[in-house]
């Protein structure tokens, strides 16, 4: 069976056996800091499993793509070295949330594996928790498996979600690749080894581990399995490698064909072909190359693969060609891939040519250090330097020594990476927290899509760390209400303001936040008193309200814009949304042309003009996607959505925001810049109704104030400049002909000034400006007429030095250009080099420019 035959059939077995297919989450796990990546299948359901989150369904299956490639679960040093560790996996599971428990998960899992997949009985092993006598139980008299082919474990069969919190035992499932291939059963002292391989492993939480370790049985225990695509599709495809599969063997044939290495046991193509899956469903997931969090796993992995193409003798982009092959194995089943099939190919393009630029110096620093090596260690300096300077990820630097069997002192770059974390740390801003004396039960209501004002009562109050029963005049704190009309800061939206008013006094709210399922109103009492329990009436601000909802509309027309101008590879990357503005950040590889913006300003006024109604529906998840509901990168979403739709279907987001009407009401939409904040981020700031109309009127206010000073009609004022321009460039054209012809006259006077030093002419010689094409044609006039010789002229205007040397071909023999201005350069602290024979170099003028030139006629002499 081919990979997507088995990924088919797995999920059709379940689905025909009551289980609901959940398709693929995304790989950055839903507002989670936990995890860094989507690394197994129960990520998108572990709210379920906690019980904070309700489905509207007990069982589910998934084919769910996972990453290991940083932080705990991190096997990025095995890939490509070992037949079965990939940074991208595919994860098959089903599972049940308090439905059936092991009977069921167990017969499943047999049934599928023996009447489906059709594997012989006598090759599977069971393994079982050494206290789970009722799983025992079942395999042997109610399965019937062979006792001779069962292990039970200890540590091997328990999981645990963290130190507290659902675990349980489990049972593993083992294929057995027979005699031939060294190692033992499970639990045997050849285990480990390459003969038996766990292809399924079933999860039974029925305990919560408590903080003093007690084991506490669940009142509904669940079922969380997992067996990995790729080696299950081994087992079936009679390979003993993941690398030997379908799937892989077409990438590896695509690496081949790129980077010309016809081995397919090539370890660095097998790098090369795992790689870029991880790196292209990053990407696709909205995941770009960057130097924090996410962004530098995918840049580590990215130069990871484009290493081992410069050891295949591949020098030039190859890793961006990969994507095509890729689509190809795997668009059917997912296919976002296949529809940013260009965006992903520029993105790893770009970065390949970036990586191009510092890869060859940093092999050659590490080249230089690894000859001076006298032990078997690269000092952890190294290391840091490497990665902090030339951008080496650390696995890179250690690749490359274990190619020449070396270990990097990886104590000593801790200790150098914890002092620049310590450096960030303290250059870092604090932040207030303001939950931190909160204990609270039950969950906000809010009130805000309605009215902007509600009658409630006061629910908790703190001030400072500390849960108080009042708050008192002139007291800063925080007030959390049983219902409020008030937004909280989220979706980049921010918070609303306003007042809560009691009989007693009242509170000034400056500001909203959310924390868990309450709105915190942060301000202060300027009236009175505020105390637990009062009834209060709490009032928003309605002006900012208004103008912020208008705002974020416009967020959502331009994301829509964006997407029809530029591609639907666009996705929002954040935005900040208040009364005054809007900005919006978003995937795209470079600079939006004044046409497009013009283009994508357009549509945002067109949708604009047309006033159509802004409508808001309440809809379970997976009709929102089929409706087209676009969701945010990054956000997490339950079962019920908020799906806003605009302009008749032109824009249709999930969004939990507050917004007009109708789209007239935002009244006219300007856009004020566009420029790039990270690789592959762009930003455009916005303004919007009585905004957009103020920043017209500045604009015209300074049109009319420049055709003023040009004395001009503002409608003429183009035709004005560019004959201004015109006129600035002739007269700009015959000053330097001028200087051209006064330096020229003071050549004979400077070449009397020439050093006579061992059959070799030296003038070294400050004169005033410092235009470099003038410099330039002095120098190569007076190398002319000096014959044999070493000329460097400084011209200065008192703020600048731009440094021209030029050399005979006889002398350049002892004699450099480069090195003259290099000279120099060192002592008034600037830059410079060139070719043997010419060569010039810039920088601020500190003042030391004369003890440079008499620093360099010494070098002179000395040369």
């Not at 209400?481 to 800061?489: D, G, K, S, V």
């Not at 020229?744 to 000034?753: F, K, L, R, T, V």
């Not at 410099?775 to 000329?791: E, T, Y």
Request: glycine share 10%; net charge negative.
């Amino acid at each position: 069976m081919k990979s997507a035959d088995i990924r088919e059939a797995f999920l059709s077995f379940f689905s025909k056996h009551g289980h609901t297919v959940v398709p693929s989450s995304s790989l950055i796990p839903g507002n989670d800091p936990t995890l860094l990546f989507t690394n197994s299948g129960m990520v998108q359901f572990k709210d379920v499993f906690l019980g904070s989150d309700k489905r509207a369904y007990t069982r589910a299956t998934s084919a769910q793509r996972c990453v290991r490639a940083g932080g705990k679960h991190n096997d990025l040093e095995n890939v490509g070295y070992t037949a079965r560790h990939h940074t991208f996996f595919e994860m098959l599971g089903n599972f049940s949330f308090g439905d059936y428990f092991k009977r069921d998960a167990i017969k499943f899992a047999w049934e599928f594996l023996t009447q489906v997949l059709h594997l012989p009985p006598e090759r599977l092993w069971v393994t079982v928790h050494i206290s789970d006598d009722e799983a025992a139980d079942i395999w042997i008299k109610e399965v019937g498996i062979d006792p001779t082919r069962f292990s039970r474990l200890d540590a091997d069969n328990f999981w645990q979600m963290g130190d507290t919190g659902p675990c349980g035992p489990s049972s593993e499932i083992f294929y057995d690749h027979g005699p031939n291939v060294p190692g033992g059963p499970p639990g045997s002292p050849d285990d480990g080894l390459d003969r038996y391989i766990e292809i399924w492993n079933l999860v039974f939480m029925q305990f919560e581990r408590q903080p003093s370790g007690e084991l506490i049985p669940l009142p509904k225990p669940s079922v969380d399995t997992g067996m990995g695509l790729e080696r299950i599709a081994a087992v079936l495809q009679g390979v003993h490698s993941n690398y030997e599969i379908d799937l892989f063997q077409a990438l590896l044939r695509a690496a081949a064909s790129v980077t010309g290495c016809q081995d397919l046991e090539e370890k660095s193509l097998r790098v090369i072909a795992d790689h870029i899956r991880s790196c292209s469903f990053l990407i696709a997931d909205g995941v770009l190359p960057s130097n924090e969090g996410r962004g530098y796993v995918l840049r580590r992995i990215i130069r990871r693969a484009i290493r081992h193409g410069h050891k295949l003798g591949q020098d030039k982009p190859f890793f961006h060609k990969l994507v095509a092959s890729l689509v190809e194995q795997m668009g059917d089943a997912y296919p976002d891939l296949a529809a940013q099939k260009a965006h992903i190919e520029k993105i790893l393009l770009s970065e390949e040519e970036q990586f191009a630029k510092t890869l060859d110096k940093g092999l050659a620093v590490l080249a230089s250090k690894l000859e001076s090596q006298t032990g078997t260690v690269i000092p952890g300096d190294v290391v840091f330097t490497l990665y902090d300077t030339y951008g080496f990820p650390v696995d890179l630097t250690n690749d490359i020594a274990r190619e020449r069997g070396l270990t990097l002192d990886m104590d000593g770059y801790e200790a150098l990476m914890e002092q620049q974390r310590e450096r960030a740390r303290s250059a870092g801003a604090f932040k207030v927290d303001y939950t931190a004396g909160l204990e609270l039960e039950g969950e906000t209501g809010f009130r805000g899509y309605e009215s902007l004002e509600c009658e409630t009562s006061v629910a908790a109050l703190a001030r400072g760390k500390f849960q108080v029963d009042r708050l008192a005049e002139g007291e800063e704190g925080v007030v959390v209400l049983a219902e409020t009309p008030f937004y909280a800061e989220s979706g980049g939206q921010i918070g609303d303001c306003g007042y809560i008013e009691s009989a007693s006094g009242r509170f000034e709210v400056l500001d909203c936040r959310k924390e868990g399922s309450h709105h915190l109103h942060i301000g202060r009492v300027t009236r009175g008193e505020l105390v637990l329990n009062a009834q209060v009436t709490a009032v928003v601000e309605t002006g900012l309200r208004q103008a912020t909802a208008l705002n974020h509309s416009a967020t959502h027309l331009l994301h829509a814009a964006l997407r029809q101008v530029l591609g639907t590879h666009v996705t929002q990357k954040g935005s900040l949304v208040d009364s005054q503005r809007l900005r919006f950040d978003f995937t795209h590889f470079e600079a939006v042309s004044a046409e497009q913006l013009q283009e994508i300003e357009n549509i945002v006024n067109e949708q604009i003009r047309l006033n159509t109604e802004v409508k808001t529906e309440i809809l379970d998840i997976e009709t929102a996607k089929k409706k087209g509901a676009m969701a945010l990168f990054g956000e997490k979403y339950g079962d019920k959505v908020r799906v806003l739709t605009m302009g008749e279907g032109f824009s249709i987001e999930l969004c939990g925001g507050t917004h007009a009407k109708r789209t007239g009401d935002i009244g006219l939409f300007r856009i004020v810049s566009e420029s790039g904040i990270a690789a592959g981020v762009r930003r455009i700031e916005a303004v919007t109704g009585a905004g957009a109309f103020e920043y017209m009127a500045q604009a015209q206010k300074k049109l009319l104030a420049a055709s003023q000073m040009l004395k001009t009609a503002p409608d003429a004022l183009l035709e004005k400049l560019d004959a201004l321009l015109n006129q600035n460039r002739q007269l700009e054209k015959e000053l330097t002909q001028i200087k051209g012809k006064l330096a020229a006259a003071s050549i004979d006077e400077w070449i009397a000034e020439a050093e006579d030093f061992k059959g070799i002419r030296l003038l070294v010689k400050q004169v005033p400006g410092n235009d470099a094409k003038l410099l330039r044609d002095l120098v190569d006039k007076l190398r002319n007429k000096l014959g044999n010789s070493a000329v460097l002229l400084a011209g200065t205007d008192g703020e600048r030095v731009n440094l021209v040397a030029g050399v005979s071909k006889e002398a350049t023999a002892l004699v450099k250009a480069g090195d003259m201005v290099r000279v120099v350069a060192e002592k008034i602290g600037a830059k410079g080099g060139g070719r043997p024979d010419m060569a010039q170099g810039g920088g601020a003028d500190n003042g030391h420019l004369p003890e440079a030139l008499t620093a360099l006629k010494e070098w002179l002499r000395q040369a």
